[in-house]
């Protein structure tokens, strides 16, 4: 007997330490990651997705399965094979609140360094791709860092504007436009003081 599990409704937010070790895989991110954006899917379908091959998938499946990221949500018969139906916990997952934590702040470190592995490869395959935009209301790449002293209420804005990039991509789930990956670092810039600074000569 095949149990299927039904998603969580609204947000789930990540703030187990197993999960939050799972991600640190950028092949495990980014899979999470295609599950939320398409919909559910079996391995043979993310494969492609992922530029991977199916059995180099299982390994990962069954981690994210292990750590409760991942549901089995149903199973289908394709050539008399039966394949199982993957799907993330719930639609729209977080993990912004365990950043806060100074416990994962390793863990947390290790996260980044995967993800920016990960915007990397996503730009360079982008960047070659005959469907990419560099102009225009239908850019889809882009590349920049910006370094700014934005007041209090100016940041709030900042925040806001991510918000809203994230719940565009999130309601974006399931639709039939082309895929894209958008990342952001936000992090606060620790500048040394000269002596001169110290002193005010």
């Not at 806060?100 to 996503?122: C, F, G, S, W, Y």
């Not at 395959?125 to 370094?147: D, E």
Request: with cysteine; net charge positive.
């Amino acid at each position: 007997m095949t149990t299927t599990k039904k998603p969580l409704r609204g947000t789930y937010w990540v703030l187990d330490r197993r999960q939050i070790l799972c991600l640190v895989s950028a092949r495990r991110h980014d899979l999470l990651d295609k599950l939320a954006a398409v919909g559910p899917m079996s391995i043979r379908e993310l494969a492609p997705l992922l530029g991977a091959t199916a059995p180099s998938l299982y390994h990962h499946v069954q981690k994210l399965l292990e750590v409760g990221l991942v549901l089995q949500v149903g199973e289908r018969t394709i050539k008399r094979k039966k394949e199982k139906i993957y799907g993330p916990l719930a639609p729209r997952m977080r993990l912004s609140k365990s950043f806060a934590d100074p416990a994962n702040r390793a863990v947390v470190d290790k996260l980044a360094n995967a993800l920016m592995r990960q915007i990397a490869r996503d730009f360079r395959k982008g960047s070659r791709s005959p469907t990419a935009r560099f102009a225009g209301g239908g850019r889809n790449i882009g590349l920049a860092r910006l370094v700014g002293a934005p007041s209090r209420q100016e940041l709030a804005r900042i925040n806001g504007l991510f918000d809203d990039i994230a719940d565009i991509l999130w309601a974006s789930a399931g639709h039939k436009g082309p895929l894209v990956s958008v990342a952001w670092s936000l992090a606060p810039v620790l500048v040394r003081r000269t002596r001169r600074d110290r002193t005010g000569s």
